[in-house]
C-alpha cells in the first residue's frame, strides 16, 4: 500500500521517509526498548549483533563479518543457567543477585555477544576469568571488548546494554538517512 501510494507522490522519497519516520519509534523510545528488552535466542538477534558488531565495532574495517549465521552463536555472557545448577554457584558469586533478578538480565543486549561455535564450546558456562580468555581468541571485536571487564556483574549488564543500545541509535537514527 505505501509503495503504491508514494509513487503517486511528487516525492515519493520524502513521503516513504516521513510515513515512516511517523510509524516509527522516536530514538528515546528505540534506545529505552533495546535497553530494557529480552532477546530471544534467533536470527533477529543474531542479525541485531551482526549490525552492531560491523556498524559500531567494526568501524575500521577490520574484524569478522558474519558470512554464515549457523557458525555464530549467541553468547550469553552470564550463562542462562546461572541460577539452576552448582556448577554455576561462582556466577552468582559474580551477579550478586538472586533467581528472579538473574531473570531480569540474562537475556538483556548487554549480556549477549557474538561468539565463534568452535569458541563457545570451549567456553561453556565457564567462570566469567576463564571465558575471558575464549573471547580473545574470538574474530568478532564486540565479543573481543568484553575481556576490558575485570568482572561481570548486574552493573555491567545494565552499562552495557545502555552503551550497545546507544550505538544502535547513532547507527539507525532517522536523523542520519540521507534525503
Request: some cysteine; glycine content about 4%; charged content about 40%.
Amino acid at each position: 500500500s505505501l509503495c503504491s501510494r508514494m509513487f503517486k507522490k511528487p516525492r515519493p522519497n520524502e513521503f516513504l521517509k516521513e510515513t515512516l519516520r511517523r510509524k516509527s519509534p522516536s530514538d528515546d523510545e528505540f534506545r529505552g526498548g533495546l535497553v530494557r528488552r529480552n532477546f530471544p535466542r534467533n536470527d533477529r538477534t543474531k542479525y541485531l549483533l551482526e549490525k552492531l558488531e560491523t556498524e559500531h565495532f567494526m568501524r575500521t574495517g577490520l574484524g569478522k563479518r558474519v558470512e554464515d549465521r549457523s557458525v555464530v552463536d549467541i553468547e550469553h555472557i552470564a550463562p542462562r543457567k546461572a541460577f539452576r545448577a552448582k556448577k554455576y554457584s561462582p556466577w552468582q558469586q559474580y551477579l550478586n543477585l538472586n533467581s528472579s533478578q538473574f531473570d531480569e538480565y540474562k537475556d538483556r543486549l548487554g549480556n549477549l555477544t557474538l561468539l565463534e561455535n568452535k569458541i563457545n564450546r570451549r567456553a561453556s558456562d565457564n567462570p566469567f576469568r576463564q571465558k575471558k580468555g575464549r573471547y580473545e581468541k574470538s574474530d568478532f571485536d564486540m565479543t573481543r571488548s568484553v575481556t576490558q571487564y575485570a568482572e561481570w556483574s548486574a552493573e555491567i549488564i545494565e552499562e552495557r546494554s545502555e552503551e550497545l543500545a546507544e550505538a544502535a541509535v547513532a547507527d539507525w537514527s532517522f536523523e542520519n538517512v540521507r534525503r
